[in-house]
């Protein structure tokens, strides 16, 4: 199993990044995916999540209505569509799936975004 995040980098406040992350190594159509983030001195938190069809999407209540979750069954592909920028969204974004038969999680290695003025 792999998961690789891409799409994170430098923005100022308002601005907008796309993440994304690509899977392999098991049914990605029939994975629960989700984004997590990480900022320093911090534990981990969700940031969104999304079914294997697509269908009803959460998120946190602090990104809500900024950050958009989606997917591509056909290109194994989860993305994070951030925009309205914080230096409060500062932080190591994390995808996870959960994947197979009992739902293993698996985890990406990490991107970090960096909001800054």
């Known amino acids: 199993v792999q998961l690789v995040e891409s799409g994170g980098g430098l923005v100022q406040p308002g601005g907008s990044l796309r993440l994304s992350c690509a899977a392999s190594?098991?049914?990605?159509?029939?994975?629960?995916m989700s984004w997590y983030r990480q900022a320093p001195g911090k534990e981990r938190e969700l940031v969104a999540s999304i079914a294997p069809t697509g269908d009803n999407p959460n998120y946190a209540d602090s990104v809500a209505g900024r950050f958009t979750i989606s997917r591509d069954n056909a290109k194994n592909t989860v993305y994070l569509q951030m925009n309205s920028l914080s230096p409060e969204d500062t932080a190591v974004y994390y995808c996870?799936?959960?994947?197979?038969?009992?739902?293993?999680?698996?985890w990406g290695q990490g991107t970090q975004v960096t909001v800054f003025s």
């Open positions: 996870k799936a959960l994947a197979g038969v009992w739902f293993t999680p698996y």
């Open positions: 190594g098991f049914t990605f159509s029939s994975a629960v």
